[in-house]
């Protein structure tokens, strides 16, 4: 038995039963009311604890039974004056339990059962068999003390074993998730058999389903490594999409809560499909928290597109905001798309008025860059141009000729304007691509 101190205090209360003249003679009144006893002790378990009636495990009340006789039988054996063994049926009857998960206080509530039940069956055979100058009441103390610690004894071990088993199965559910959650984020080959079964069991190579992926971290991205901080923000977001519909395999991986999600896209060939997987979690994951920055990808058709879905969240995590935390990558704007990812690879190819510009650009505190913004946003319209800013039209005229100066370019046609707002904006991605991706600012071309 694990816990010593029970086992001590158990021998105990056997030896003071031997005392008062109850052991060993007790066996076989015990015996003779077993099949009794057995019986009596079922139907109050039954009727008291309910979990075992409405359980839909074919194998419950057969196992039940068969442990309450083991109990009927581990009692008969100790009062006949055998030391308390290892008590392996509790253990037997703990992994049981704890592999078909079954609620550990329904298996308390049923030794509350077997402790009342029982220490009115040995009292009853105690009283019968005792010699008749036994004390009673020291009879009945001793019948008291010994249930206690019998019933003390089976509850903890019962217990110990019980939580034990649950920390093996869930650290052996988390590494089979983290298994399926690595390989289906950074690929596999289709011609793994492994793989494939393994994907199979888990239900991601059904028919007729979507998947789509969604990173989350803290708006500061320090936070995300310290690992109970990394795990809360795991567990918000699953919270959010938990009561979906849909199966859900969350990780933490680069410092990055990594979600990985699955959903019917239809029911049948014959059916319509179901809206998109991305707009459906969007609401919820909404509900996360304000310190939360959060990407989406678009919807992939199969399991091999993962790897690209994980690409697009992480995306869309860059230009999540604290103004918009939920980022789809669906929704991202094309323009703004196009700069960020061209930002880099062109800034060496940027034209050389581009300097000039931006610096006459700084000296009239943004003025030019603001004209030319409002000019597009206008459709190329001057008067409205004019109006928008509150300004003279020969004011917005007098700007585009200084530009004009400047670049050698005509900001009054569309070629020219377009020109100039595309490397204007990558050069202000590029200076602050570094920052958006560590503390999650984002960039927006209608505001630089």
Not at 56 to 68: A, C, D, K, S, W
Not at 251 to 263: A, E, K, M, P, R
Request: charged share 20%.
């Amino acid at each position: 038995m694990d816990n010593p101190a029970h086992f001590g205090s158990l021998n105990s209360a056997i030896q003071t039963l031997r005392e008062v003249g109850v052991v060993p003679i007790i066996a076989k009144p015990l015996r003779d009311d077993a099949e009794v006893a057995l019986m009596s002790l079922q139907e109050s378990v039954l009727s008291e604890v309910p979990a075992f009636t409405t359980s839909g495990n074919p194998n419950i009340l057969v196992e039940l039974q068969q442990h309450l006789e083991s109990q009927i039988n581990e009692i008969c054996r100790l009062l006949a004056g055998r030391p308390a063994g290892d008590l392996a049926f509790i253990r037997e009857h703990a992994k049981l339990r704890a592999e078909q998960k079954f609620p550990l206080d329904a298996v308390l509530a049923s030794y509350r059962c077997v402790h009342k039940n029982l220490s009115q069956w040995i009292r009853d055979a105690a009283l019968r068999s005792a010699d008749e100058s036994a004390q009673l009441r020291r009879v009945v103390a001793a019948v008291a003390d010994f249930s206690i610690e019998y019933i003390g004894a089976i509850s903890t071990l019962i217990t110990s074993e019980y939580v034990s088993q649950t920390r093996l199965f869930a650290e052996a559910e988390g590494d089979r998730r983290s298994k399926l959650l690595n390989m289906l984020l950074s690929g596999y080959d289709e011609a793994d058999s492994r793989a494939g079964q393994l994907l199979r069991r888990a239900g991601y190579l059904e028919q007729r389903q979507s998947f789509c992926v969604v990173v989350a971290r803290s708006v500061d991205a320090r936070e995300m490594e310290n690992a109970a901080r990394a795990q809360r923000m795991a567990d918000a977001v699953n919270a959010a999409v938990g009561n979906l519909p849909i199966q859900v395999l969350i990780g933490v991986f680069d410092n990055l809560v990594t979600v990985v999600l699955s959903g019917t896209r239809r029911l049948s060939g014959w059916t319509a499909p179901q809206s998109l997987l991305a707009d459906r979690i969007y609401p919820h994951l909404r509900t996360v928290g304000p310190a939360a920055l959060i990407g989406i990808s678009s919807d992939a058709p199969s399991t091999s597109h993962i790897p690209n879905a994980l690409a697009e969240a992480k995306v869309a995590l860059d230009f999540a905001s604290v103004g918009e935390r939920v980022m789809p990558y669906a929704r991202i704007p094309f323009r703004d798309m196009l700069v960020s990812v061209a930002a880099d690879q062109i800034r060496s190819a940027l034209p050389s008025w581009v300097d000039a510009f931006l610096q006459a650009d700084g000296r009239s505190h943004g003025s030019l860059t603001t004209t030319l913004r409002a000019y597009a946003d206008s459709n190329m319209n001057v008067l409205k141009t004019a109006e928008r800013l509150s300004l003279h039209p020969n004011t917005i005229y007098a700007r585009m000729h200084r530009i004009h100066d400047i670049t050698e370019r005509n900001p009054l046609r569309y070629d020219a304007l377009t020109e100039l707002l595309l490397a204007t904006d990558c050069v202000a991605v590029s200076k602050k691509k570094a920052p958006l991706v560590r503390s999650g600012a984002s960039y927006s071309p209608k505001t630089a």
